[in-house]
């Protein structure tokens, strides 16, 4: 063979398979669905170890798939653990931190790449079903972030005047329904919102069993006020919390259902998992992030740690569980592997884990992954086994137990007042602080932390991030 030839192929061959999409045994484009559920705890799930809530559908899919244990959320909050999966980037590198409000004039900057986009770029069709979360100005909404239909609500269910048993916390007005641009509807009763996704999402399904489809299936439940259909009220031994995860179970199996019925299943990749862990001053309207520490709204593994199962019958191995770190931020680049899809123009945080998920490897991509909050405080460092934490303010119901009927309980706020670090297969419970004991790590963590704050900043030592971009704002 030619010498220049031989060069030309190992130079141009590794770009020509990056192009290519997974090859599965239907020989087409995968179908990709994500199904992400709102405030929903680790423990929430049968295959989760729930001792309370039945959920046959996702246990059946973890059976036919693979079960995450070490699936993290990019950031304990709805608006920035949202953007973080759906553009592969920590939300406080695109300017993104906490939940947006009603009449924001904030959003997910319009120069970000979607998965959505990504794959609309590809030939997919893509829909969200549900909340979105993003941005509730017209500039911002799913229409003009990749997703040609949509329907749901623009903000969190509870950013409306008739809280349950709660009066008006937000006074912003009704809560609107959207079907794509147009408000349809103004919801003062949420009760058949999951049975009206999960139809619209059957009814997508369907409409495009011949095409490569995307669908985001981004459900408001179990995210306070519950409401839930009469097909399960009072079905659950755990009570109207436990009657929303089994509807929310029904839905993924009305569309796994729908699968089967077109004979797409095993060219369609299934991703379950929530946006953060449970908002724990709620009691017994709230989910159970056990055995991990605290809940939504720390950085704590109650907070960021969430249930996930991946099924791909047709290319991944079923009824594994993998322990190897992986964040929300990983999805969207191996979605682009998957799919062969271009991956976003600006730098991103992912990475893909698809050899992680096949068992090619059992080693995380990623040194370390990093968890803000608040403002833009760096908080926490997940590494290999480790998680360390530095000295930060972060709430806490300390041991009371949370409300009830709807009502929540008063947080209190605790100061961490010195480096703490945990061996996390040691123990999950975070419990034993053993920072004293292994110097050599704390100091590696450190380093990461310098690194990090470099690009990204931290509020607790003042530091502006080099790699930050603006986030989207209507003057």
Not at 463 to 469: F, H, T
Request: charge should be negative; hydrophobic fraction near 35%.
């Amino acid at each position: 063979m030619d010498k220049s030839l031989y060069i030309y192929l190992l130079l141009v061959l590794p770009i020509i398979k990056s192009c290519d999409s997974i090859q599965t045994s239907q020989n087409s484009p995968p179908n990709v669905i994500v199904v992400f559920t709102d405030d929903q705890g680790y423990q929430d799930l049968g295959c989760f170890d729930s001792p309370d809530i039945e959920t046959p559908h996702l246990d059946e899919l973890a059976k036919n798939g693979i079960r995450l244990t070490n699936f993290y959320a990019a950031q304990a909050v709805c608006s920035a653990s949202r953007a973080a999966l759906l553009t592969g980037c920590y939300p406080n590198r695109l300017g993104i931190h906490g939940a947006f409000m009603p009449n924001s004039n904030q959003g997910l900057n319009l120069s970000e790449t979607t998965i959505a986009e990504m794959l609309l770029k590809n030939g997919y069709r893509t829909a969200i079903f549900g909340k979105w979360h993003l941005g509730d100005h017209d500039s911002f909404m799913p229409g003009n972030q990749g997703f040609e239909e949509y329907f749901g609500i623009p903000y969190s269910n509870d950013m409306w005047p008739f809280h349950p048993q709660q009066g008006p916390v937000f006074d912003f007005g009704p809560l609107p329904l959207y079907e794509n641009e147009t408000v349809v509807d103004t919801l003062t009763d949420q009760s058949l919102l999951t049975t009206q996704i999960t139809e619209k999402s059957v009814d997508f399904i369907g409409r495009n069993k011949d095409n490569p489809f995307f669908l985001y299936v981004a459900h408001p439940q179990p995210h306070v006020p519950l409401f839930v259909s009469d097909k399960f009220k009072g079905k659950s031994k755990r009570g109207l919390y436990g009657d929303v995860i089994m509807e929310i179970d029904w839905s993924v199996g009305q569309i796994l259902k729908a699968l089967k019925k077109y004979n797409i299943e095993e060219n369609t990749l299934v991703i379950f998992t929530s946006d953060n862990g449970p908002w724990l001053s709620y009691g017994d309207h709230a989910g159970s992030a056990l055995p991990l520490r605290e809940g939504k709204g720390t950085a704590l593994e109650g907070g960021q740690r969430e249930p996930c199962i991946i099924s791909f019958p047709g290319s991944i191995d079923a009824g594994r569980t993998i322990n190897t770190p992986m964040m929300a931020i990983d999805l969207l680049p191996t979605i682009a592997e998957i799919t062969g899809s271009k991956l976003p123009e600006k730098p991103i945080d992912g990475k893909s884990v698809w050899d992680v998920w096949t068992g090619a490897s059992s080693i995380s991509p990623q040194e370390a992954y990093y968890f803000y909050y608040h403002k833009n405080e760096l908080h926490g460092i997940r590494y290999q086994d480790w998680k360390m934490y530095f000295p930060h303010r972060y709430r806490t119901l300390n041991g009371r137990p949370g409300g009830q009927n709807g009502l929540p309980a008063t947080y209190e706020y605790k100061t961490m007042d010195q480096i703490e670090l945990y061996n996390l297969v040691d123990d999950i419970s975070e419990t034993k602080n053993v920072a004293n004991e292994n110097p050599k790590i704390v100091k590696k963590i450190k380093s990461l932390a310098e690194n990090i704050r470099v690009r990204l900043g931290d509020d607790l030592y003042n530091i502006a991030g080099k790699e930050n971009r603006p986030i989207g704002q209507i003057e």
